[in-house]
């Protein structure tokens, strides 16, 4: 990052404006859990000398936007310093990215060097890639095919029969509830 | 993979001569008492000859008084196996005496949940994660949660909570997240589709439901009980309700604590190795499960046919079947669950398991199932039907007694009151037995007091379940008839907390029907005869005063302050209970949002926190979109951002949360767009979004990862 310059005096833009895009940026930069005030300002007034360079040849574009834009510019340069070896699409380094700086513990250990994409610590870049190694257990398909399940009622007819051709016990018990049927009719008939 | 079946006789399957001796004594029994208790309604319905509204009741009669039969001979056997002094030979714990051998089988942990409470389910996971952790044996398990959820504040909310509790335990490469796209076939399917993925890398599956809750210790002992005992496919444990406010939540676990050991004891004698699967709190043995036990769709549409809904009793029989048995393993501690809060919330949850359990009537003749497979899908589908019997059994009663026939020989009349006193004793004994066999045991409580308050909790109990017993009745009949209709039902979370109960308009409007039904009933009995009234009696107090019973039961008036109603988890809870209830204490003193932001904190995280966004972004699966479907998106995301969220259908805000680079250039849009491009939620969610919490991941845990950025952003 270029050397501070606290002077900020944009040529184009109202100073509402800038004032929006300077509280937009400082709720930003709090998201990111960013508690380093001296940090957070810096990037504040950083990325805010950036944005009034680019409105100034957009002028049509609000400061806000701008200011966001080159806020998310920054991010992408410097995540992809630090995750350049790693085979990962753009889009998947802007999104893992900073999602490994929160798992290394960046915001708390190294805010100082939060979008510093000219002296990253060896340390935090390791941490940072090495939270985004860590994924899902790779899959090993098997194979779950439902089998059809037979409902056909003439089956459980089939069972039965079956059943009582090898279960001698069944057979008895048909012949008791036959018995018991007919002496409670023959029961009912004498009473 | 190899031929899943095993020899009949691998260890863990009960041998067959004991199993058919207890089967036959268990099924001698219930027909006999169903028997003699039929004969005496038969002398008692044909003394002046037969009317066909006393052959419909007979007909009716007799499968209510099996089932009453069965409940009573399972206790009676269940509270004698209690007592006997010699152990039961098929007891699976014996297998694993004096084995404290480390363990070599991997285990998966599967936790299926849809539109879940976030805090309670990674909550849950992380006292089952720590309770493994002091076993030592933490390395031979993985968690998996698997989210069916289906509305986007959810979907965020469990990804948030995946990622700080892996964070906060070190657990990345143990503790998994999968949300499916498609929910396709619910639960069974969830479960299935880790099967296909990752199942072949595990020898068990532990299932867990949303509100589940394990001890480690048992787990362990669950998966030595699965290795020395290779012919057990399915090993149930009896999970023990706990954590409940309400009166009828802790009615329901004292119950549960009181008789259901006995009833546990009572189904193991007699269903061996022919268990059912109750869909959680159980461990399986996954080779046999993946080969033999995907379901199939049932033949014609919902609501017979369709997608099995209550997929595990098919599962167990389907394992049976493979010749693995399905054991119920006897546990005291270290297996938990939560129940449904209110009446309504029972009512509800019923609702679904009656069309999952009506269902099974197409597999009652399918073939090729073990004997007791059939009979548990007809005991399940009679639990069920049974309502409508009792329903029409008690109108042809009121027809009868309206148009009454002499009953004068001595003979007819001693039938009746036999069968009445019969009837008595086989619905209140067990419950008597049990009661009689604490206070002489002190199975529960070993001090005296808190025996003779378990006495007054069961007479409570008894009064309060004799009066919910007919609203059940009837509700359940009008399920059964609705099912038979064609009227489905829809797969909504269940509701296992409180929440502020049930307020008067809400009971009013469930139960008002049947009050009205109630004062007709009430007034027909009084016009048939005094006698009548009496004897129909305690169905119609339960109907006139469903609506403040409904408000009792509901409320968080539950008798704890009398002692009433306890049960040994309150009085002692388990590590991981206790565990539970304080992380989630903790959670409740986090900061509230304005309630609109509340309502969409997920959402608000997705879209406005970094983290989030790239966590979101990293887990969801690319995929090319057409030009079509980008416009779309576009003017989704443009309306989101200018009206804010509520101005979405939720398929629309499922949309774009779905597609990578739209959430992702949500982010920037949102934090670009100045004040008046904004919907006043996002310029709100904006302003309050860093003062709600300290980190955007411990929202909704607790934080016990030693998180220093809390103190940071308190000088902040």
């Known amino acids: 990052m270029e050397a501070l310059n606290i002077q900020f005096a944009p040529a184009t833009g109202t ?29 504040i007034l950083e990325t805010l000398r950036r944005a009034a360079l680019a409105h100034a040849r957009e002028p049509q574009k609000k400061p806000t936007a701008h200011a966001i834009e080159q806020a998310r510019a920054m991010m992408q340069h410097w995540l992809r310093s630090i995750y350049s070896d790693m085979q990962m699409t753009p889009a998947q380094i802007e999104a893992s990215g900073k999602l490994g700086f929160y798992l290394a513990g960046g915001s708390e250990r190294w805010p100082q060097f939060f979008l510093d994409e000219n002296n990253p610590p060896e340390e935090m870049a390791e941490a940072m890639r090495l939270a985004v190694r860590t994924s899902g257990p790779r899959l090993q398909v098997s194979k779950m095919t439902p089998r059809d399940i037979d409902l056909g009622l003439t089956e459980v007819a089939e069972n039965t029969f079956d059943r009582l051709a090898k279960e001698q016990w069944a057979r008895y018990v048909i012949l008791a509830v036959f018995v018991l049927l007919v002496v409670g009719y023959v029961y009912s008939l004498l009473r | 993979m190899s031929s899943p079946v095993p020899p009949p006789m691998l260890p863990g399957m009960p041998p067959q001569g004991i199993a058919r001796a207890r089967r036959a004594t268990f099924f001698v029994l219930t027909l006999l008492g169903t028997l003699l208790g039929s004969w005496l309604l038969t002398i008692y319905l044909s003394a002046s000859g037969w009317r066909w509204a006393e052959v419909l009741l007979l007909l009716c009669f007799i499968p209510l ?33 004096g084995d404290d051998s480390a363990i070599s089988a991997s285990t998966a ?9 976030v805090t309670r389910v990674w909550e849950g996971l992380r006292v089952t994660y720590e309770s493994l952790a002091k076993t ?20 965020i909310e469990e990804q948030t909570a995946w990622l700080e509790l892996c964070r906060q335990l070190g657990a990345f490469g143990k503790i998994f997240y999968r949300k499916r796209r498609k929910p396709i076939n619910r639960k069974s399917g969830n479960v299935s589709d880790f099967c296909r993925r990752w199942g ?16 480690g210790a048992l787990m362990v002992a669950m998966t030595r009980i699965m290795e020395k005992n290779p012919g057990v496919g399915i090993l149930q444990t009896f999970p023990k309700q706990v954590a409940s406010e309400t009166l009828l939540g802790r009615l329901m676990q004292f119950a549960q604590a009181l008789y259901g050991p006995a009833f546990m004891a009572g189904i193991n004698y007699w269903q061996g190795g022919e268990a059912n699967f109750w869909g959680h709190n159980a461990i399986i043995r996954l080779e046999p499960f993946i080969k033999e036990c995907a379901l199939p769709p049932l033949p014609k549409t919902v609501p017979f046919g369709g997608h099995i809904l209550s997929h595990d009793f098919v599962e167990a029989a389907l394992m049976r079947k493979a010749g693995y048995a399905v054991r119920l393993l006897n546990t005291i501690r270290g297996s938990y669950e939560e129940g449904p809060p209110t009446l309504i919330d029972t009512l509800k949850r019923d609702r679904r398991w009656c069309q999952g359990n009506m269902q099974h009537f197409w597999l009652l003749f399918a073939k090729g199932w073990h004997f007791m497979s059939r009979m548990n899908f007809f005991h399940g589908v009679l639990s069920y039907v049974s309502s409508p019997l009792w329903f029409v059994f008690l109108v042809l009663s009121t027809y009868l007694a309206a148009t009454p026939v002499m009953h004068d020989s001595a003979q007819v009349a001693r039938a009746g009151q036999l069968l009445l006193w019969l009837t008595v004793m086989l619905i209140f004994l067990p419950k008597v037995v049990i009661v009689l066999d604490e206070m002489f045991t002190g199975r529960l409580f070993k001090p005296l007091p808190q025996r003779l308050m378990t006495l007054v909790g069961s007479i409570a109990d008894t009064v309060i379940f004799t009066l919910m017993a007919p609203v059940m009745m009837w509700f359940h009949s009008r399920f059964v008839v609705k099912i038979i209709l064609g009227q489905g039902v829809s797969w909504v979370a269940q ?43 305690p169905i119609l107090i339960s109907f006139l005063l469903a609506v403040p019973l409904a408000i009792i039961l509901g409320s968080s008036k539950s008798g704890l302050r009398f002692g009433l109603f306890l049960t040994p988890e309150e009085l002692e809870p388990p590590t991981v209970l206790s565990d539970l209830e304080d992380n989630l204490a903790e959670v409740k003193t986090r900061l509230q949002l304005p309630p609109e932001i509340e309502k969409n904190y997920g959402l608000m995280q997705v879209c406005l926190d970094p983290y989030v966004n790239g966590l979101h972004v990293s887990l969801l699966r690319r995929r090319r ?50 004040e008046n491009e904004l919907a006043p939620f996002w310029s709100l969610a904006i302003k309050q979004y860093n003062l709600a919490s300290t980190n955007p991941f411990t929202h909704l845990l607790a934080n016990k990862g030693g998180d220093t950025i809390s103190s940071s952003v308190a000088q902040d």
């Open chain 2, 625 to 674: 979109n057409t030009e079509d479907s980008s416009e779309y998106l576009e003017q989704i995301a443009d309306r989101f951002i200018k009206q804010g969220p509520q101005a979405l259908k939720p398929r629309e805000v499922n949309a774009i949360i779905n597609d990578t680079d739209t959430v992702a250039s949500l982010h920037y849009r949102l934090w670009s767009a100045s």
């Open chain 2, 136 to 155: 030592g044996q933490l390395e031979h398990y993985d968690f998996y949660v698997l989210s069916d959820s289906d509305q986007t504040n959810k979907w």
């Open chain 2, 200 to 215: 072949k890398r595990y020898r068990y599956m532990i299932v867990f439901d949303a509100d589940s809750l394990m001890s």
């Open chain 2, 109 to 117: 942990i599967i936790i299926p949940v849809y539109n879940e409470d």
């Open chain 2, 65 to 97: 008084y099996y089932q009453l039969n069965g409940g009573f001979w399972t206790a009676l056997i269940g509270v004698w196996l209690q007592n006997r002094p010699e152990d039961d030979p098929l007891d699976l714990w014996k297998t694993i005496e």
């Open chain 1, 15 to 43: 100073e509402e404006e800038w004032n929006e895009a300077y509280a937009r940026l400082a709720d930003y930069f709090r998201s990111y859990r960013l508690h380093n005030r001296i940090r957070r300002t810096q990037l």
């Open chain 2, 495 to 537: 509701k296992r907390k409180s929440g502020g109960g049930v307020d008067w308009r809400e009971a009013i409007l469930t139960f008002g029907g049947i009050t009205l039904l109630g004062v007709v009933w009430s007034m027909i009995a009084w016009w048939v005869s005094i006698d009548f009234l009496i004897w129909i009696s």
